[in-house]
């Protein structure tokens, strides 16, 4: 009888080894791919840094449960240490973000475009609860117009950028977004957000 429980209580104990090993690999993939997000935000000239490596780098807890749900775990499953493949170039990336910032301010594109800015809008307030746009503007001042090799219209956009405030993030951040227009049957079509967010350049809130 010892011995029956003894083995159970072994198999027991591979079982639970075998499946924090596991939890381990999983953690580990994801993080090898948002370790190469974080690479390229350090290699950036302004840092631009995505949505995600924000998450990660700003409120990694959020960043755990969301993974937690996609692995089939949950949070405290997590060992305390669960970043330690990425931490370092987190603390760099980190530093990086709070030396440029404070030298950065947001430059005003040369064009205003009330209507595409307004669609813009509406999807970064959307997108990013409880952010605040505090300026947005166009860099061109007509549409930027695609055409084929006939010379037929295929699409026309309009670039800008706006200065949004995110909630737990520092500093503000500069991000781009793109309004377009496919042509078809002799017309244009209604416009639409093609792009917008991401992630951003961190700068000065002002």
Do not use: H
């Not at 330690?84 to 440029?100: A, E």
């Not at 475009?113 to 952010?131: H, V, W």
């Amino acid at each position: 009888m010892k011995q029956l429980l003894l083995m159970i209580l072994t198999g027991m104990l591979s079982v639970s080894i075998f499946a924090q090993s596991d939890l381990k690999t999983k953690i580990d993939a994801n993080l090898m791919f948002a370790g190469k997000d974080i690479q390229r935000a350090i290699d950036d000239p302004k840092n631009s840094t995505s949505d995600d490596v924000q998450k990660l780098l700003f409120e990694p807890e959020v960043w755990k449960a969301e993974l937690a749900k996609i692995i089939n775990a949950t949070p405290d499953q997590f060992p305390s240490n669960w970043r330690s493949t990425v931490q370092d170039r987190l603390d760099q990336l980190s530093k990086l973000i709070n030396d440029g910032a404070t030298t950065r301010s947001w430059v005003a594109p040369p064009f205003s475009r009330p209507a595409e800015e307004s669609m813009a809008k509406t999807k970064f307030l959307a997108y990013y609860k409880g952010a605040t746009v505090l300026k947005i503007g166009s860099n061109y001042k007509d549409w930027n117009m695609f055409k084929n090799s006939l010379g037929i219209p295929t699409n026309r956009f309009v670039r800008g950028i706006a200065l949004l405030k995110i909630p737990k993030r520092p500093f503000c951040q500069v991000q781009e977004w793109i309004v377009k227009q496919t042509y078809a049957g002799g017309r244009w079509s209604a416009a639409k957000v093609e792009s917008f967010g991401g992630g951003g350049v961190f700068v000065k809130c002002e």
